[in-house]
């Protein structure tokens, strides 16, 4: 079995803090530990899903630009739509270049919530 990086202790006093945070930063929309678990998951699941669906993403640009030249469309159409993939394309590379980082928050929250 593979052994955690927190105790449960440690977590609880972790889930506390996130507690206290909330209640002290932001009108106390987590109010108990419950609540600051399920957060603490759908972070988690964003976070993994940032991570996979970033390196997809990149990966496909020359297949989309490609079918997009490739289209019916007028050609006024055909650059909105390159316009928009390249705002998506610059999004998603500054996300990538923090990838590491998502990597990192990923792995910290699954070690919170997984006992």
């Known amino acids: ?20 945070f909330n209640k002290k930063y932001t009108n106390g929309g987590i109010t108990n530990s419950d609540d600051a678990y399920c957060r603490l998951l759908s972070a988690r699941s964003i976070t993994e899903a940032i991570c996979d669906f970033n390196e997809y993403f990149i990966d496909s640009v020359p297949f989309i630009v490609d079918a997009i030249n490739k289209s019916d469309y007028p050609d006024f159409q055909k650059k909105i739509m390159i316009s928009g993939l390249h705002t998506e394309t610059a999004t998603r590379t500054f996300l990538d270049r923090q990838n590491e980082n998502l990597v990192f928050l990923d792995s910290l929250l699954y070690e919170l919530i997984n006992n």
């Open 1 to 20: 079995m593979k052994k955690t990086i927190f105790s449960s202790k440690d977590k609880e006093a972790i889930i506390a803090k996130v507690v206290e």
